[in-house]
């Protein structure tokens, strides 16, 4: 009773699926929120027509609350963007949404997964980490940031057996 109830007051469970054209203007909203330099909501259109991106949406309820994106080359993949709304950080919700979304790369035949992630980004690292990524590069002074300041990127790496 009282996990029902906890789970009603958060608004229901959350589940992860494809994303669709008239997600486009949500995700940008949630990716502009989210990043120094957002996407904006016709790249989210284009991303969601392409053949080679993934793109999952992240719903609670009737609200869409997150996404992950990837682009797929041939084996290979690579994360280009993974968010949830700041209102809904720090109950693991990015875990099953990047696990799911993993699974569907694997489904298209892809092997091996690659992402970049700023140094610092903590919430970003431990969620990599925790989903079997592995640090395999740096990239010294790769983001820069609007007041001049540059940020070192990590290149992350993960197998998919
Ligand atoms: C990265 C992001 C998707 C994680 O989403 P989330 O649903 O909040 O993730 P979780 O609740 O699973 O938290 C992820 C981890 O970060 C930790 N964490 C959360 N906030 C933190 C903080 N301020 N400092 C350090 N660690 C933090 C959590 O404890 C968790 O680690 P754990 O599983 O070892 O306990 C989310 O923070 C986000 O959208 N950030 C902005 C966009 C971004 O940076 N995307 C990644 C770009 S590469």
Redesign the pocket.
């Known amino acids: 009773m009282m996990n029902w109830l906890c789970e009603w007051w958060r608004g229901g469970t959350a589940v992860v699926e494809p994303a669709a054209v008239r997600d486009a203007a949500r995700l940008a909203q949630i990716h502009g929120a989210?990043?120094a330099q957002g996407w904006g909501e016709s790249e989210f259109e284009i991303m969601i027509g392409e053949r080679n991106t993934l793109v999952h949406r992240l719903r609670l309820g009737r609200r869409v609350i997150?996404f992950a994106v990837s682009r797929i080359g041939a084996d290979e993949a690579e994360i280009l963007?993974?968010?949830?709304d700041s209102a809904?950080?720090?109950?693991?919700?990015?875990?099953s949404l990047l696990l799911t979304h993993m699974g569907h790369l694997a489904g298209r035949g892809v092997r091996t997964i690659f992402?970049?992630?700023?140094e610092n980004?903590?919430?970003?690292r431990?969620?990599y980490a925790?989903t079997g990524f592995v640090v395999v590069g740096r990239r010294e002074r790769y983001y820069k940031q609007a007041n001049g300041e540059q940020l070192n990127a990590l290149l992350m790496r993960r197998d998919l057996s």
Do not use: D, I, Y
């Open positions: 989210s990043f997150g963007s993974v968010a949830v809904h950080r720090g109950r693991g919700l990015s875990r992402l970049e992630v700023e980004n903590q919430p970003a431990r969620l925790a």
